[in-house]
C-alpha cells in the first residue's frame, strides 16, 4: 500500500504566500510522478502542477508565475510555493503519485487533501 500526505494548508490574506508538502511512503518500487491538483466550491478538481522523476514540469496555464512546484527524490516528497495568492485560490489542493510498486504494477494514490482559504 501507498501512503500520501498533504500538509501546509491553512487561512491566508490575499497576496500573500503558503508552501504545501505531500510525501509519499509505503510499497514504492518507483516514483514516476507527483502532482498537484485543486477543487474550489462548486467546481471541479482542475490540475495545478505536475513533476515527474526526471525533472519536468507541467503547470496549469493560469498559474504559471505564480505557483512554483519542486521535488525532492530522496524524501519522495512534492512541494507547492504558493505566491501571491487571490481569494480564487481558495480550494482544497490534493496531491497525488504515480508509482510502481513492483516492476509491472502500477496505480496513482491521492492524498486526503489539504485545505487553502485565500481572504479578501
Known amino acids: 500500500q501507498v501512503q500520501v500526505v498533504e500538509s501546509g494548508g491553512g487561512l491566508v490574506q490575499a497576496g500573500g504566500s503558503l508552501r504545501l508538502s505531500c510525501a509519499a511512503s509505503?510499497?514504492?518500487?518507483?516514483?514516476?510522478?507527483m502532482g498537484w491538483y485543486r477543487r474550489a466550491p462548486g467546481k471541479e478538481r482542475e490540475l495545478v502542477a505536475q513533476?515527474?522523476?526526471?525533472?519536468?514540469?507541467n503547470y496549469a496555464d493560469s498559474l504559471k508565475g505564480r505557483f512554483t512546484i519542486s521535488r525532492d527524490n530522496a524524501k519522495n516528497t512534492v512541494y507547492l510555493q504558493m505566491n501571491s495568492l487571490e481569494p480564487e485560490d481558495t480550494a482544497v489542493y490534493y496531491c497525488?503519485?504515480?508509482?510502481?510498486?513492483?516492476?509491472?504494477?502500477?496505480?496513482?494514490?491521492w492524498g486526503q487533501g489539504t485545505q487553502v482559504t485565500v481572504s479578501s
Open positions: 509505503g510499497n514504492i518500487f518507483r516514483l514516476i510522478g
Open positions: 497525488n503519485a504515480y508509482v510502481y510498486t513492483t516492476v509491472t504494477s502500477h496505480d496513482v494514490y
Open positions: 513533476i515527474n522523476s526526471g525533472g519536468g514540469i
